[in-house]
């Protein structure tokens, strides 16, 4: 059974650097899928951050480009999330997820099929 | 940046009724399309995938159909348990992934 798992502070102050981190069990980072951070202010819909892929491929949306980085860690079966110079603009749930790296392939896992439970990092002095 | 416009935001109905959902994207996605489903405090959940397909578990009255720029999720038959806000996303532009701003199916 596949599960993901986010961990890291609530609160975040202005200007500094969140962290997050996202464990994953029942199935390893090794295989052919990327590893997602998504996130989701109160009330909105969700927002794609980026991915990442074992083989080192990132991808980072643009609106966020400058200031995110995601990494994984394949000994821990684990994947992270930096977002630099945060503001109140970034309070939101951050939920960890997994889709299909091939982007030909038909089916279910070609996106977001198993997600963490989210957790929420607020942005406040 | 392809763009995903959901309506109506709200949908007031009764159990039993049909739901009758609509995703509009900036572009065509093919049939690249996801839709999901959010509960308070929870994830969303995969419910249809590539425009028409049911995710694993997902009940006979979720379909979802449409191809290049409109899509539609019917839900056939309101159970209590399919309250909740539907959001749909795309992956024709990878890697540029979006979200739809979401319809809340709330209970009349």
């Known amino acids: 059974q596949v599960q993901l798992q986010e961990s890291g502070p609530g609160l975040v102050r202005p200007s500094e650097t969140l962290s997050l981190t996202c464990a994953v069990a029942?199935?390893?980072?090794?295989?052919?899928?990327?590893c997602d951070w998504i996130r989701q202010p109160p009330g909105k819909g969700p927002e794609w951050i980026g991915s990442?892929?074992?083989?080192?491929?990132?991808y980072y949306n643009p609106s966020l480009n400058s200031r995110v980085t995601i990494s994984v860690d394949m000994s821990k079966n684990h994947f992270s999330l930096r977002l630099s110079s945060v503001t109140a603009a970034d309070t939101a749930v951050y939920y960890c997820?997994?889709?299909?790296?091939?982007?030909?392939?038909?089916?279910?896992?070609?996106?977001?099929?198993?997600w963490g439970q989210g957790t929420l990092v607020a942005v406040s002095s | 940046e392809i763009v995903l416009t959901q309506s109506p935001a709200t949908l007031s109905l009764s159990p039993g009724e049909r739901a009758t959902l609509s995703c509009r994207a900036s572009?065509?996605?093919?049939?690249?399309l996801a839709w999901y489903q959010q509960k308070p405090g929870q994830a969303p959940r995969l419910l249809i995938y590539?425009?028409?397909n049911r995710a694993t578990g997902i009940p006979a009255r979720f379909s979802g159909s449409g191809s290049g720029t409109d899509f539609t999720l019917t839900i056939s038959s309101l159970e209590p348990e399919d309250f909740a806000v539907y959001y749909c996303?795309?992956?024709?532009?990878?890697?540029?992934?979006?979200f739809g701003g979401g319809t809340k199916v709330e209970i009349k």
């Open positions: 997820a997994r889709h299909g790296a091939n982007y030909y392939a038909s089916g279910s896992y070609s996106y977001f099929d198993s």
């Open positions: 029942g199935y390893s980072i090794r295989s052919d899928f990327y």
């Open positions: 990442v892929h074992h083989s080192g491929r990132t």
């Open positions: 572009q065509s996605v093919s049939d690249y």
């Open positions: 590539d425009a028409s």
């Open positions: 996303q795309q992956r024709s532009n990878w890697p540029l992934l979006t």
